[in-house]
C-alpha cells in the first residue's frame, strides 16, 4: 500500500510537471522512488523514463489536437537532441566527476519563477513571421544543445526545450509546451529501453503504479492547459514548477 500510495504522489507531481510545462518525469519521479522506497538510482531512472514516455505522447496528442504541436521542427529538434546526447554522454566520460545533480532542478523552480513574473505572450501571428529556414536552422542548434547538456550531467531535457522554445526560439507556450513532450516522448522511450536492456526488468508493481499515474495527471493537465487562457497557463506552468521544484529539493535532502 505504501508503494502505491509514494507512486501515485510521485505520478501527480509527475503527470501535471509534463502536461503543464514538458518536464521530464524523471525529476519528480525519480527522487521520490530511491527516497521513500530504498530503489537503486539506476532502476528508479528506468521507471521515471517509462512513465515519461506514455504521459508524454498523450500531451503530444493533446497539444496536437488542438493544433498547439510544431512536429516539422520537433523532428529536426529530436535527431540532433538524440545525437548529441550521446555525444554528451561521451564527453562526460572522459572528463572528473562533478556534481551537478541538482541542476535541473533548479532550473526548474527558476523558470517557474520566470513564467509568473515575465509570462511568455507571444502570439500565433508572430510566431508565422519567422522564415521556415530560419526556424529549422534554430531548431537543430537548439536541439544540439539540449542533447550535449543533458547527455553530460544527465538531466534537464524538457525543462531546457522550454526554455530555448520560449525565449530563443520565440513560440507561444502552448505550441512550446506540446512540442516539448512531442520530442520527449521518443526521447523516453530511447532512454528506457537503454534502462530496461543494461539493467533488466524492474519492479514491475512500481513500474505500473508510477506510469498510470503519471499518464492520469499528464492528460488532466494537457486537457487543461490547451483550454486556458495564455496569461492563465503561465500561471498555472509558473507555479506547478515552483511548487515541483521545491518539492523535489526536499526529497533529494530528506536524510
Known amino acids: ?8 504522489i510521485a505520478g501527480i507531481g509527475a503527470g501535471l510537471g509534463t502536461g503543464f510545462a514538458g518536464m521530464s518525469a524523471a525529476a ?4 521520490m522512488l530511491i527516497t521513500f522506497l530504498g530503489l537503486p538510482a539506476y532502476e528508479a531512472v528506468g521507471i521515471a523514463l517509462a512513465s515519461d514516455v506514455l504521459a508524454s505522447a498523450i500531451s503530444a496528442y493533446t497539444y496536437g489536437k488542438n493544433k498547439n504541436l510544431d512536429i516539422r521542427n520537433g523532428i529536426v529538434m529530436m535527431a540532433a537532441v538524440l545525437l548529441f546526447t550521446m ?4 564527453v562526460a566520460s572522459l572528463v572528473p566527476n562533478t556534481t551537478m545533480g541538482s541542476f535541473s532542478v533548479f532550473m526548474t523552480f527558476l523558470l517557474g519563477i520566470k513564467f509568473i513574473v515575465k509570462p511568455v505572450m507571444t502570439t500565433k501571428e508572430s510566431m508565422a513571421a519567422v522564415s521556415a529556414k530560419k526556424r529549422v536552422i534554430q531548431s537543430l542548434i537548439s536541439g544540439m544543445i539540449v542533447g550535449f547538456i543533458c547527455g553530460f550531467i544527465g538531466a534537464g ?6 526554455l530555448l522554445l520560449t525565449g530563443i526560439l520565440g513560440y507561444e507556450l502552448k505550441t512550446a509546451v506540446g512540442t516539448s513532450v512531442f520530442i520527449m516522448a521518443f526521447t523516453a522511450f530511447t532512454g528506457s529501453v537503454s534502462h530496461f536492456v543494461i539493467g533488466g ?3 514491475i508493481k512500481c513500474l505500473l503504479f508510477c506510469v498510470a499515474s503519471t499518464l492520469l495527471w499528464a492528460r488532466i493537465a494537457a486537457k487543461f492547459a490547451n483550454k486556458a487562457s495564455a496569461a492563465t497557463l503561465n500561471r498555472a506552468t509558473g507555479v506547478v514548477l515552483v511548487v515541483l521544484g521545491a518539492a523535489i529539493l526536499g526529497v533529494k535532502y530528506i536524510g
Open 1 to 8: 500500500m505504501f508503494q502505491f500510495i509514494i507512486c501515485f
Open 87 to 90: 555525444i554528451g554522454s561521451f
Open 28 to 31: 519528480v519521479i525519480s527522487p
Open 201 to 203: 526488468m524492474p519492479d
Open 157 to 162: 531535457g524538457g525543462m531546457m526545450m522550454l
